[in-house]
């Protein structure tokens, strides 16, 4: 049991096995916000201060106490209009064009497992998950909200949605409805988020909270490369493994929004939802709208911790299907290697180079379709180019399996160029403004996802396809912004609606063509990582992490993803060098050791390489075979931070111990280079462990407190790795 109740005082507590949130219904119904933290079993609420602040007015029913203010109390979830001048969470026009909230509440309930969300994605529990509802109640105006918190107890995961009912007797416009509201009245923090652009995705940056809004947001109808949809509070002394930290991440891959405002009196307010800009939704009477999900965890043991709870959720309980924790077929991936240059006779030749050295599955990415030469048309005419790719898919995929692979394809659904037979047909179908240009990305248009006819047309032109041959894997890519957002098929009082509703649409089509084809891997990509959340994850075991696969960038840009992210979700590859993206020449020892912190394959013409080469990547598909499982499924440790030291390093821990593997890169060589010692982690101390290929035995404490002396580099980029396993003597 994870939710208790104390009826009589209005505590509602959620334990989880090291944490505890708490929130109280008042004396006037207003629901505060407790407490989030370290599991201490004891109603906090007497930490709370009612000060007399200035310009912190106070409800009516406060009668002449002037320290009863919405403005200085911690709230579960804010409102506008009625006197907190804080963030808000929710916002709502009202049929006579007012805007006031004022949410009191009304009922609970506590229900075995894990509540679901009509449409989108969210986390999914075992029996041993609980659900705890709370409605509150705006009585002026019917307004209802059921605040929902999912609890997965082992997991010190706590989920959050909310359901916005309108039970009056006109329609309310929504304009805006966060998932997350979380007030944290005590404490210093600072806030480390991820930004970035194309190529150079989820740079984690960490700065104290200043006085106001900081605000980490998209608004391209993604989630982005710019941001992401994840947040870490942390304390000024938090380290990896050590120190109070509290982390979100939203599951929803539209455009977002995550706040935080440090207030006048030192209190700090996290939101989390979908973008209010650009969007608003019309609920008629009787109606409900339900928001995405935000997942947040808390940990007293440093970012590490935090880091272990979010791995583990997604992992286990938002990824599903046939490859949610089976090993993942090692691919070979032809863009980087022909971009649109190709035939069938070449698309075959890397086969038979990639199946000789042991790689399980050939992935043909863009250019197989339509009149697909160059980026400037064919997107929605999925039928096969027979001039490319002559004698059919069928036969192909028949050539392919006969070296002993697998096959999968690329296809960008949600995409129609001007040049197509579909834009010829099915013009109203592109998202445009009608009387305006609208802005090309990749010289592409967007397909209206929120329509029926366009998810059906997509769903049996995709079926068609998965039913023509043996196909295993796809990759779902998107490669541009979304703007001009205008459905031809909506009411102008419903375009605001169109954002979310393609979302929806994106979503229902995942699942549908998910659910037809179980056996078939998914992986999501948007020119890389610019759609890499919790969202795409529960369709899409793994996603393309970035364009960029530089092993040496590549390093920064899987450290940043993995404070949030499992390492099976990033889909990374060993290219060419010079690197197509940096001109950067790494040693091929090194790109394989980068590439395997996460879904491996490669993606070059490994024809081209030398004999000795072609024995390495041999010998890396049997390290990846060897170690796969323990990198997917063990603990993820980072050991050093890329972006200011001069070493690379990660560390995956067996779970039960016995097993550790770290890998990374030292960057630069210098002549006389003390060598360096790096600190291991998540070691039983007393345990003792034996590193292979020496007959050394070391304790966990001495590897973790004093570290392990790595061998000196040669070169730059120079490839660091050793295996550990425990013995008894
Ligand atoms: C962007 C992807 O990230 C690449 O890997 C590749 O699939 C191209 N799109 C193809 O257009």
Same mark, same amino acid.
């Given at each position: 049991?994870?939710?208790?109740?104390?009826?009589?005082?209005?505590?509602?507590?959620?334990?989880?096995?090291?944490?505890?949130?708490?929130?109280?219904?008042?004396?006037?119904?207003?629901?505060?916000?407790?407490?989030?933290?370290?599991?201490?079993?004891?109603?906090?609420?007497?930490?709370?201060?009612?000060?007399?602040?200035?310009?912190?007015?106070?409800?009516?029913?406060?009668?002449?106490?002037?320290?009863?203010?919405?403005?200085?109390?911690?709230?579960?979830?804010?409102?506008?209009?009625?006197?907190?001048?804080?963030?808000?969470?929710?916002?709502?026009?009202?049929?006579?064009?007012?805007?006031?909230?004022?949410?009191?509440?009304?009922?609970?309930?506590?229900?075995?497992?894990?509540?679901?969300?009509?449409?989108?994605?969210?986390?999914?529990?075992?029996?041993?998950?609980?659900?705890?509802?709370?409605?509150?109640?705006?009585?002026?105006?019917?307004?209802?909200?059921?605040?929902?918190?999912?609890?997965?107890?082992?997991?010190?995961?706590?989920?959050?949605?909310?359901?916005?009912?309108?039970?009056?007797?006109?329609?309310?416009?929504?304009?805006?409805?966060?998932?997350?509201?979380?007030?944290?009245?005590?404490?210093?923090?600072?806030?480390?988020?991820?930004?970035?652009?194309?190529?150079?995705?989820?740079?984690?940056?960490?700065?104290?909270?200043?006085?106001?809004?900081?605000?980490?947001?998209?608004?391209?109808?993604?989630?982005?490369?710019?941001?992401?949809?994840?947040?870490?509070?942390?304390?000024?002394?938090?380290?990896?493994?050590?120190?109070?930290?509290?982390?979100?991440?939203?599951?929803?891959?539209?455009?977002?929004?995550?706040?935080?405002?440090?207030?006048?009196?030192?209190?700090?307010?996290?939101?989390?939802?979908?973008?209010?800009?650009?969007?608003?939704?019309?609920?008629?009477?009787?109606?409900?709208?339900?928001?995405?999900?935000?997942?947040?965890?808390?940990?007293?043991?440093?970012?590490?911790?935090?880091?272990?709870?979010?791995?583990?959720?997604?992992?286990?309980?938002?990824?599903?299907?046939?490859?949610?924790?089976?090993?993942?077929?090692?691919?070979?991936?032809?863009?980087?290697?022909?971009?649109?240059?190709?035939?069938?006779?070449?698309?075959?030749?890397?086969?038979?180079?990639?199946?000789?050295?042991?790689?399980?599955?050939?992935?043909?990415?863009?250019?197989?379709?339509?009149?697909?030469?160059?980026?400037?048309?064919?997107?929605?005419?999925?039928?096969?180019?027979?001039?490319?790719?002559?004698?059919?898919?069928?036969?192909?995929?028949?050539?392919?399996?006969?070296?002993?692979?697998?096959?999968?394809?690329?296809?960008?659904?949600?995409?129609?160029?001007?040049?197509?037979?579909?834009?010829?047909?099915?013009?109203?179908?592109?998202?445009?403004?009608?009387?305006?240009?609208?802005?090309?990305?990749?010289?592409?248009?967007?397909?209206?996802?929120?329509?029926?006819?366009?998810?059906?047309?997509?769903?049996?032109?995709?079926?068609?396809?998965?039913?023509?041959?043996?196909?295993?894997?796809?990759?779902?890519?998107?490669?541009?912004?979304?703007?001009?957002?205008?459905?031809?098929?909506?009411?102008?009082?419903?375009?605001?609606?169109?954002?979310?509703?393609?979302?929806?649409?994106?979503?229902?089509?995942?699942?549908?063509?998910?659910?037809?084809?179980?056996?078939?891997?998914?992986?999501?990509?948007?020119?890389?990582?610019?759609?890499?959340?919790?969202?795409?994850?529960?369709?899409?075991?793994?996603?393309?992490?970035?364009?960029?696969?530089?092993?040496?960038?590549?390093?920064?840009?899987?450290?940043?993803?993995?404070?949030?992210?499992?390492?099976?979700?990033?889909?990374?590859?060993?290219?060419?060098?010079?690197?197509?993206?940096?001109?950067?020449?790494?040693?091929?020892?090194?790109?394989?050791?980068?590439?395997?912190?996460?879904?491996?394959?490669?993606?070059?013409?490994?024809?081209?390489?030398?004999?000795?080469?072609?024995?390495?990547?041999?010998?890396?598909?049997?390290?990846?075979?060897?170690?796969?499982?323990?990198?997917? $499924?063990? @603990?993820? %440790?980072? +050991?050093?931070?890329?972006?200011?030291?001069?070493? !690379?390093?990660?560390?995956? #821990?067996?779970? &039960?111990?016995?097993?550790?593997?770290?890998?990374?890169?030292?960057?630069?060589?210098?002549? $006389?280079? @003390?060598? %360096?010692? +790096?600190?291991?982690?998540?070691?039983?101390?007393? !345990?003792?462990?034996?590193? #292979?290929?020496? &007959?050394?035995?070391?304790?966990?404490?001495?590897?973790?407190?004093?570290?392990?002396?790595?061998?000196?580099?040669?070169?730059?980029?120079?490839?660091?790795?050793?295996?550990?396993?425990?013995?008894?003597?």
């Amino acid at each position: 049991m994870s939710v208790y109740i104390d009826e009589k005082s209005r505590l509602f507590c959620i334990r989880t096995n090291n944490t505890e949130y708490q929130m109280k219904a008042d004396e006037y119904g207003v629901l505060k916000h407790i407490w989030y933290g370290k599991k201490v079993g004891s109603d906090m609420s007497y930490l709370l201060e009612y000060p007399d602040v200035g310009f912190s007015g106070n409800p009516y029913c406060a009668g002449d106490d002037r320290t009863y203010s919405l403005n200085t109390l911690p709230l579960e979830y804010s409102c506008e209009g009625t006197g907190d001048y804080r963030i808000s969470a929710l916002s709502v026009t009202h049929s006579d064009g007012s805007n006031a909230l004022d949410l009191r509440y009304k009922s609970h309930s506590v229900k075995k497992g894990k509540y679901s969300i009509k449409g989108l994605p969210a986390v999914y529990g075992d029996s041993e998950a609980e659900t705890l509802e709370i409605t509150l109640c705006d009585t002026a105006s019917g307004i209802e909200v059921v605040l929902r918190y999912g609890v997965l107890e082992k997991l010190d995961i706590i989920t959050r949605s909310a359901v916005i009912r309108n039970n009056g007797e006109k329609t309310a416009v929504i304009n805006k409805a966060a998932s997350l509201c979380l007030d944290i009245p005590f404490g210093d923090w600072e806030w480390i988020h991820f930004h970035g652009r194309h190529t150079m995705e989820r740079v984690p940056e960490r700065a104290p909270l200043f006085y106001g809004i900081q605000e980490s947001s998209s608004t391209r109808g993604t989630s982005s490369h710019q941001q992401n949809p994840s947040v870490i509070l942390c304390s000024p002394d938090c380290t990896e493994q050590s120190g109070e930290c509290i982390g979100a991440f939203f599951v929803y891959s539209g455009s977002f929004s995550t706040k935080i405002e440090y207030d006048q009196l030192r209190q700090t307010r996290l939101t989390m939802g979908i973008n209010p800009e650009l969007f608003t939704w019309n609920l008629s009477a009787g109606e409900e709208f339900e928001t995405p999900e935000a997942v947040i965890t808390y940990s007293d043991n440093g970012l590490s911790q935090l880091s272990h709870n979010f791995h583990r959720v997604i992992r286990e309980n938002i990824c599903r299907g046939k490859y949610k924790l089976a090993e993942r077929p090692i691919l070979i991936n032809n863009w980087e290697a022909t971009y649109f240059d190709f035939d069938e006779e070449k698309i075959l030749a890397i086969a038979k180079e990639a199946s000789a050295l042991g790689v399980d599955m050939l992935v043909l990415d863009d250019g197989w379709f339509g009149k697909r030469d160059g980026d400037t048309s064919g997107l929605g005419d999925w039928f096969v180019n027979e001039n490319k790719i002559k004698g059919g898919l069928g036969k192909l995929v028949e050539n392919v399996k006969a070296l002993g692979m697998r096959f999968g394809i690329w296809f960008e659904p949600e995409m129609i160029s001007e040049d197509s037979y579909l834009y010829r047909a099915h013009p109203d179908w592109a998202i445009q403004i009608p009387g305006r240009q609208p802005m090309r990305g990749r010289y592409q248009l967007l397909l209206d996802m929120s329509r029926k006819d366009v998810q059906d047309y997509l769903y049996g032109v995709m079926c068609d396809i998965l039913r023509s041959a043996d196909i295993s894997y796809i990759k779902w890519d998107m490669n541009r912004s979304i703007s001009d957002w205008y459905s031809a098929e909506l009411p102008p009082e419903r375009q605001g609606e169109l954002p979310h509703r393609y979302m929806l649409g994106l979503y229902s089509l995942l699942e549908r063509l998910t659910s037809e084809f179980p056996d078939v891997l998914f992986e999501g990509c948007s020119g890389g990582g610019g759609r890499f959340d919790a969202g795409m994850l529960y369709y899409c075991p793994q996603i393309w992490c970035s364009d960029d696969t530089d092993a040496f960038e590549r390093t920064k840009i899987q450290y940043g993803t993995s404070y949030i992210y499992p390492v099976s979700a990033v889909g990374s590859h060993v290219s060419t060098v010079p690197n197509h993206q940096t001109g950067r020449i790494t040693p091929i020892e090194t790109r394989a050791i980068t590439a395997m912190a996460g879904s491996f394959g490669y993606e070059l013409d490994l024809g081209t390489l030398s004999d000795d080469e072609k024995a390495d990547v041999e010998k890396q598909i049997k390290k990846f075979k060897k170690y796969g499982s323990l990198i997917h $499924n063990g @603990k993820y %440790y980072r +050991l050093s931070d890329p972006l200011k030291d001069n070493i !690379a390093a990660w560390e995956f #821990a067996a779970e &039960d111990g016995s097993e550790i593997l770290v890998q990374g890169m030292i960057f630069r060589t210098e002549p $006389n280079m @003390k060598r %360096y010692s +790096l600190k291991l982690a998540g070691l039983e101390p007393q !345990a003792l462990y034996k590193m #292979a290929g020496t &007959d050394e035995i070391i304790t966990g404490s001495a590897l973790m407190k004093g570290g392990i002396l790595l061998p000196a580099s040669w070169g730059d980029y120079s490839p660091v790795e050793i295996h550990l396993v425990r013995t008894e003597n």
